[in-house]
């Protein structure tokens, strides 16, 4: 892999079933350990229960509030500057419950791939 500089394109934004927004920021072959996608949730959408086999997700809140669920976790606020870990294969969902969108990057390791998504 080469040192690089890397400028997601806003333009790439896309909805998805999981009835958020997702830009890629990064997900490339050339690296399999990580991907960084930006997730974005409008107020009063919950995003769709699903789960991810064989991928660790961090969600790192950037902006806007929300309530998560994790498993067997309670629901929990998230705000910004939060860390949400998702172990594999774990059931998850979040809420926006602001006003505002919620902007979150979804880390993950080793990278997403789309076959490990699973909707439940």
């Known amino acids: 892999m080469q040192p690089r500089i890397v400028h997601p394109d ?17 997900n490339s072959s050339e ?46 606020a998230v705000a910004p500057g939060d860390v949400v870990v998702i172990p594999p294969g774990k059931p998850q969902r979040i809420t926006n419950s602001g006003d505002v969108d919620l902007v979150f990057y979804a880390i993950c390791t080793p990278r997403f791939q789309p076959s490990a998504y699973r909707e439940l």
């Open 10 to 26: 806003p333009a790439s934004e896309v909805y998805t079933a999981e009835r958020c927004y997702i830009l890629e920021s990064w």
């Open 31 to 76: 690296d399999e350990a990580l991907s960084i996608a930006r997730a974005r949730v409008a107020p009063g959408v919950t995003t769709a229960l699903h789960a991810v086999s064989a991928t660790t997700e961090r969600y790192l809140i950037v902006s806007g509030h929300g309530r998560v669920e994790v498993d067997t976790l309670p629901p929990a």
